[in-house]
């Protein structure tokens, strides 16, 4: 006899607790006796949307920099592989994300380190140009010389016309990094780089005493320095449709349609997840069923979100087959759009995707570094106890409230299209 159980039953809190030094920064701990190891991740609240038109990709370029060490430690990662840890980072629109994971009696190693680089890090002339070498060498393997890389450089500023998500986290134009120098570097670092701009979370075998008195010693000489006060200009609603047209040296047609949702933190973001994992999140889904294998339309056929803290996009990616008309094939994605209005998603469908949601965040939480990105992340968004509100949110989502998002979501209106093809022959 087989009996169903829903994952509900197996959803739990993510306990932490939680300090503030006099300097502002935060500190947030969760205490996870069932491994040896423990996170420190330290959450600059600092992305590409924080930089100047006429100097981006200096957020990415600091991921970078923070890893050429101090006068005091010239070499940042040999201490932490002598410590038995691994560490890394990552960059986006909103933020910037260093982490360090090593043996939880090493703890303290990890503290030295963010500190010392935190207040000192070197920005001398050779150190900057090594890195800004090695950034815009991405730059071009990532976004000029890759098939089909230059999608989100011709994206973004389709979609925004005022608001700095115009733009990706490595840059608008590879000549902005390379005419950075030590001057702006230091200026973007003595801004963004303080204790009142970061979010420091534990998590691990850990002891939050601990980790508040290891807080206290290494960071809480830092000089706190002025939290930057966030003045983004507001992207005015679209009203009509944008199209653009480009050829490329590409094998097959690409079609991109890009609609514009509400913020990370607001009702859509939670509604638009699922209906994304019902049209594209498994092989048995919507658009890989009806686009891919009945209709015959695109070879790969996807729809995601791109998730930032401000108003972001829900975005339908498809490679075309050989010898479909684009139009043809856009035509077929609005009619799917459209069936979600006139028929409400089944029961089925809609319990899947909750099932699934469940499935990953059980799944993302047995990791310790996933657990402590996820508090600091909430953190910056307002609260993070936001972590055990989520699943509420995801759980009470239902077939109607998905019918009338997207109802107002995919309207021509409201989208902006790239047809990306192959060059004529």
Known sequence: ?????????FAFMIGFERHKLANGLKVIVHRDEGTPMVTTNILYDAGSRDEDPEATGF????????????QDIPLFDVPVMMAGGENNAFTNNDLTNYYITLPANNLETAF??????????????????????????????????????DLLLLLRPLAYRVHPYRWPAIGMDISHI???????????????????????????????????????????????????ERKLPVEPGQTERR?????????????????????????????????????????????????????????????YLSGEADPGLVIFSGRLRDGIDVRKAEEAVRSEFERLTAERVTAAELDKARN?????????????????????????????????????????VTAEEIASTAGFTFRSGNCSVIYYLPEKR
């Open 59 to 70: 957020a990415h370029l600091f991921e970078h920099l923070m890893f050429e060490g101090t």
């Open 112 to 149: 030295w380190l963010e500190s010392d680089r935190m207040r000192g890090l070197d920005l001398a002339e050779e150190r900057l140009a090594n890195q800004k070498s090695v950034v815009t060498e991405e730059f071009r393997q990532r976004y000029i010389n890759q098939p089909y890389g």
């Open 356 to 396: 699934r949601y469940e499935s990953h965040r059980l799944m993302s939480y047995i990791s310790a570094s996933n657990k402590a990105f996820s508090l600091a992340y909430h953190e910056v968004l307002g609260d993070a106890e936001g972590i055990n509100r989520e699943h509420e949110q995801y759980m009470s």
């Open 1 to 9: 006899m087989f009996i169903l159980v829903s994952l509900a039953y």
């Open 243 to 303: 199209e653009l047209t480009v050829h490329r040296p590409v094998p097959a047609p690409h079609l991109i349609m890009a609609f514009h949702m509400g913020s990370r933190e607001s009702r859509d973001f939670y509604i638009l997840d699922l209906l994304t994992d019902i049209l594209a999140g498994c092989d048995s889904a919507r658009f890989p069923d009806i686009l891919v294998r009945k209709k015959e339309l695109f070879s790969e056929a996807d729809i």
């Open 178 to 228: 390379e005419k950075a120098d030590s001057i702006s570097a230091r200026r973007f670092y003595d801004r963004f780089y303080t204790p009142s701009n970061a979010i420091l979370s534990v998590a691990g075998n850990v002891d939050p005493d601990v980790v508040f008195r290891l807080a206290e010693k290494w960071f809480g000489a830092v000089p706190p320095g002025d939290r930057p």
